[in-house]
Nanobody
Framework: QVQLVESGGGLVQAGGSLRLSCAASGFTFRAYTMNWFRRAPGKEREFVAGISWSGGSTSYGDSVKGRFTISRDNFKNTVFLQMNSLKPEDTAVYYC?????????WGQGTQVTVSS
């Protein structure tokens, strides 16, 4: 059974940092691109970052480029999102995701709140 469990969210002041983790199980983690998305209240879901199966290729949404870094540990089946220089507009629920066989899998999400 596929499971994605996010952690690391919380309340932080603007300019601060957080590191999110997503622990994966129930599938061959090292074979898949992993992604982070977020959804802010009243807004559409937004792509944040993605990382290839090997970690050799990454991509970022325009709003987080230069501030967020995605990484992965294929031995620990975990993907990370280091978030620096946080802004109030980064406030959202952050979700871990991967796509397999025409289906998207999602975690339960972790809340990030950035105060001004």
């Amino acid at each position: 059974q596929v499971q994605l469990v996010e952690s690391g969210g919380g309340l932080v002041q603007a300019g601060g940092s957080l590191r999110l983790s997503c622990a994966a199980s129930g599938f061959t983690f090292r074979a898949y691109t992993m992604n982070w998305f977020r959804r802010a209240p009243g807004k559409e879901r937004e792509f944040v970052a993605g990382i290839s199966w090997s970690g050799g290729s990454t991509s970022y949404g325009d709003s987080v480029k230069g501030r967020f870094t995605i990484s992965r540990d294929n031995f620990k089946n975990t993907v990370f999102l280091q978030m620096n220089s946080l802004k109030p507009e980064d406030t959202a629920v952050y979700y871990c995701n991967f796509h397999r066989s025409d289906r998207d899998y999602w975690g339960q999400g972790t809340q990030v709140t950035v105060s001004s």
